[in-house]
């Protein structure tokens, strides 16, 4: 009877192991072709030739492959190449992919002007701007670095909206003209309208910008977030205002012009002895913007005279309303104290 029944327990092993087996072999297979099936095809790319024939052949779902090295010269992406929501295209360098326009005088070392593209592990440098987007929509910016730039760094403008960016650093902007060294800049100033948007308000909304370092070296706001753009998320990113210079009223981490911003978790540090008069400041450009903005939980070293969060309430152009502060702000080292309004209960 014992012999029996490790005969059968034998058999009973031999099986439950098989059956183990193959199910870890064939669930192996499904997560390789789910893997290979991720891109409807994979476009390898090692000069500049192939890389902007790349840029201008994508279809949805493929992957740009950029293969590690110098890239040199200003590159386009355009409105007739966009991926879907489904099947987004992905632009991603694969090992350090350096992208360089050749000059800060001239030329966007990166132009965006599609839908629906992943942009990753990629550095951008030595142009006039970094990575302009123009009605560039639903698009992820990831791990990207910008710096030796004459102008802003990444700049979404005319009607560009639902854009990402997050995991990036952006550094030593403004070399050639410091009143246009924002670090990140969103929509266009009233003066602009004309040009870009048939005098209509840059509508560049719902844009998020989250776990960022912006600085040092940027030499206007690290974000600079303008009259017209409505109801983005800026969140969780690192500032350092080391080399802002005041130009063009450059003188905090962030301007707000406008409405129903949530900026929320960011972390602002300022060196002493900077220019600096406040950690974060909202503004009224054009009457009814600056509007419905809200500040929460942003940590503030300002070492300055000003506030932590100034809300400048009427301009000559029309007043800032509806704005809050909350009370787990933290605020360091600002003359002025946290803000100018009443604080809001957590």
Request: a positive charge; proline letters at 2%; hydrophobic letters at 35%.
């Amino acid at each position: 009877m014992k012999r029996k029944f490790h005969n059968k327990l034998k058999v009973k092993l031999w099986f439950n192991s098989r059956f183990l087996f193959i199910t870890i072999i064939l669930l192996c297979c499904f997560i390789c072709s789910q893997s290979s099936a991720q891109y409807a095809r994979t476009i390898k790319v090692n000069t500049e030739i192939d890389l902007q024939k790349a840029l201008e052949k994508a279809k949805p779902g493929d992957e740009i492959l950029v293969e590690k090295g110098e890239y040199k010269g200003n590159f386009i992406i355009p409105s007739t190449v966009n991926g879907t929501k489904m099947k987004p295209i992905s632009l991603h360098g694969n090992g350090k992919v350096i992208i360089n326009g050749g000059t800060i005088s001239t030329g966007y070392v990166l132009h965006l002007q599609a839908n629906y593209w992943s942009i990753s592990n990629i550095e951008l440098t030595n142009g006039l701007k970094g990575l302009i987007c123009d009605n560039a929509c639903y698009n992820v910016i990831d791990n990207v670095i910008v710096h030796e730039i004459g102008e802003e760094g990444i700049h979404f403008r005319k009607f560009s909206c639902h854009n990402t960016l997050k995991n990036s650093t952006i550094t030593n902007t403004g070399l050639k003209t410091a009143d246009y060294g924002e670090g990140v800049y969103i929509g266009s100033a009233i003066s602009n309208w004309p040009k870009y948007t048939n005098n209509l308000p840059d509508k560049s909304d719902s844009n998020t910008v989250m776990n960022n370092h912006i600085g040092p070296k940027v030499s206007a706001e690290c974000i600079d977030l303008k009259e017209g753009t409505t109801g983005g998320l800026i969140y969780g990113n690192t500032f350092n205002a080391e080399g802002i210079t005041g130009a063009n009223s450059g003188d905090s981490w962030m301007d707000v012009k406008g409405n129903g911003y949530l900026i929320e978790s960011n972390v602002g540090t300022n060196p002493k002895g900077s220019v600096l008069a406040d950690g974060f400041q909202v503004h009224c450009a054009v009457d009814g913007w600056g509007c419905n903005n809200v500040f929460k939980n942003n940590t503030c070293t300002v070492n300055a005279d000003g506030y932590g969060i100034n809300i400048t309430l009427k301009s000559s152009k029309g007043s800032a309303t509806g704005n809050k502060v909350y009370a787990n702000n933290k605020v360091i080292t600002a003359g002025k104290g946290l803000t100018n309004i009443p604080v809001e209960a957590d």
